[in-house]
């Protein structure tokens, strides 16, 4: 089944922007006198803010006083401040994607924040390349349900078995691969034994290979 359709998740794949979440995390957190260990901030990479803030909790590492829809507003703000002039896009990425969107329909799924996601878009020149842009608004279960997805190859046109999925956590493989979609790997975040679920696991500097992997799908 030949792909018609790559959708690209944005943290650690279009850009390197897991650390603005954990500055944009520390700046709120700082208002509380909570301090997180580098352990605490891993373990939030590609999960929703929601799930971040429920581990935490979990872990009594949070009040259980504080009110996570408050939490996550001014976080919100705060990463779109740190985000305005520091896009971070990895390198070669604007060429590959520019490549793509001539052979391929083109969207994005995160569980980041639509505005965060636009904002990083059209900083960097990158949206008019993409026809479909889901957030963590959109739908009700984040990664790694696999709701996004699904609703992206519904507004793309297109059956999840023509979609190939770009990922960088095992939150987001998981939910690519239960909405039936094929899952490419990239290594910019995480080491490859953490990516192991995906149908292929490259390094970023591998990243032109993904072409001669779409193309032998057939």
Not at 12 to 19: K, L, P, R, Y
Not at 68 to 88: C, W
Not at 120 to 144: A, C, H, Y
Not at 192 to 210: H, S
Request: include cysteine; charge should be negative; aromatic fraction near 10%.
């Amino acid at each position: 089944m030949p792909i018609k359709a790559i959708i690209f998740d944005v943290d650690g794949v279009i850009f390197d922007s897991e650390i603005l979440h954990k500055i944009a995390w520390e700046e709120v957190f700082t208002k509380y006198n909570i301090t997180l260990d580098e352990d605490d901030y891993f373990n939030g990479i590609g999960v929703s803010d929601r799930d971040f803030l429920e581990r935490l909790k979990r872990e009594e590492k949070i009040p259980d006083f504080i009110d996570f829809e408050d939490l996550i507003a001014q976080k919100n703000t705060k990463i779109l401040k740190v985000s305005k002039n520091n896009t971070r896009m990895l390198p070669e990425m604007y060429e590959f994607i520019s490549t793509l969107s001539g052979q391929y329909k083109i969207a994005v799924a995160s569980n980041s924040s639509k505005e965060f996601i636009t904002n990083l878009l059209e900083t960097s020149g990158l949206m008019n390349f993409f026809s479909v842009i889901l957030g963590r608004q959109d739908i009700i279960k984040p990664k790694p349900a696999p709701d996004i997805y699904i609703k992206c190859s519904q507004k793309l046109g297109i059956l999840p078995q023509y979609c190939c999925v770009i990922e960088d956590s095992p939150t987001g493989i998981k939910a690519a691969k239960n909405a039936g979609m094929y899952c490419i790997a990239i290594c910019s975040t995480l080491e490859k034994k953490f990516l192991l679920e995906a149908d292929l696991i490259i390094d970023y500097a591998d990243i032109k290979t993904v072409e001669n992997f779409l193309k032998s799908i057939k």
